[in-house]
């Protein structure tokens, strides 16, 4: 199944879950917080922008912001909150589609297509994984380094992989269990792939599954995909808020650098 098959309209209209989850304040205001810093007086363009979740708060701090999207129907919810002229999106794969400067500069000519330059470009809650194939992720690192200005910033933030709970044997994980909803994974370590499965319960008890499927990556391979693009790791940290990353760290927020000249 294609990913823009996967975030179809369903999906799209049951991603927003304001105030929780990953909407919640907690989560989010450290996110949009440390990103704003690392854009500093520049833009900045969100990979794989979705409903804008990220990208609406960031373009409140008066960043400017655009995105690239696949799916059409999350662009159509991210357009019950912020017009295109706020928060323009291209729409295409993250790992070829080009973000022209024009669009969040107007006034400045730009060949139709071209790349445009940014200060930040950022990729969030894991959805690098969501390119199957690991030349498709190192054509992701490529594009993100096309689009910056030298000096500028590749954030990813992604979950590291959790083979340690597979006893041999077994190829699946159940990472989060509520009364209303329950998370496993299942694991193909010989391909790198893992699907996360999302069992959400109603009052009458009946489940909903949302299944998406991913390629996991190791931080190491992650930093060897930057050195090919171009980029050196600037920081690592398990959090938003800067805690430090250690072998325990379940997730990790990395910092890529284009160097200053080029």
Same mark, same amino acid.
């Given at each position: $199944?294609?990913? &823009? ?12 879950? /304001? ?5 919640? /304040? ?14 500093? !007086?520049?833009?900045?363009? &969100? ?15 008066? =960043?400017? =912001? ?7 129907? $999350? ?13 323009? #999106? =291209? ?25 445009? @330059?940014? +200060?930040?470009?950022?990729? #969030?809650?894991?959805?690098? +994984? ?5 030349? &498709? ?29 597979? %006893? %041999? ?19 193909? #370590? ?8 999302? *069992?959400?319960? !109603?009052?009458? @008890?009946?489940?909903?599954? *949302?299944? +998406? ?7 190491? &391979? ?8 171009? *980029?050196?790791? @600037? ?9 430090? *990353? ?7 927020? +990395? ?8």
């Amino acid at each position: $199944m294609q990913q &823009e098959e996967i975030w179809d309209a369903d999906a799209a209209q049951r991603y927003d879950t /304001p105030g929780t989850g990953m909407f919640a /304040p907690e989560t989010l205001e450290p996110t949009v917080d440390r990103l704003a810093h690392l854009a500093g !007086d520049g833009a900045a363009l &969100e990979f794989a922008i979705g409903t804008g979740r990220v990208a609406v708060p960031l373009a409140g701090r008066g =960043v400017p =912001v655009t995105g690239i999207e696949l799916s059409l129907p $999350m662009v159509e919810q991210l357009r019950t909150k912020a017009d295109a002229a706020t928060i323009p #999106v =291209v729409t295409g794969d993250m790992a070829t589609a080009a973000a022209p400067r024009a669009l969040n500069a107007p006034g400045i000519p730009e060949a139709p297509g071209a790349p445009g @330059e940014y +200060s930040l470009v950022y990729l #969030v809650y894991n959805t690098i +994984s969501n390119l199957l194939t690991q030349a &498709e992720q190192v054509e992701c690192f490529r594009n993100a380094a096309r689009h910056l200005t030298p000096g500028g910033r590749f954030v990813i933030e992604l979950w590291v992989p959790e083979l340690r709970k597979l %006893p %041999p044997g077994q190829t699946a994980t159940v990472w989060r269990s509520d009364p209303d909803y329950v998370g496993l994974d299942t694991y193909d #370590v010989l391909r790198q792939h893992v699907v996360s499965h999302h *069992f959400r319960f !109603d009052e009458t @008890e009946r489940a909903r599954l *949302f299944r +998406s499927p991913h390629r996991y990556i190791w931080p190491a &391979e992650l930093d060897l995909m930057a050195q090919l693009a171009g *980029f050196a790791l @600037e920081t690592r940290h398990a959090d938003w808020d800067g805690a430090p *990353f250690t072998a325990e760290s379940r997730s990790h927020v +990395s910092v890529y650098r284009i160097p200053p000249t080029r």
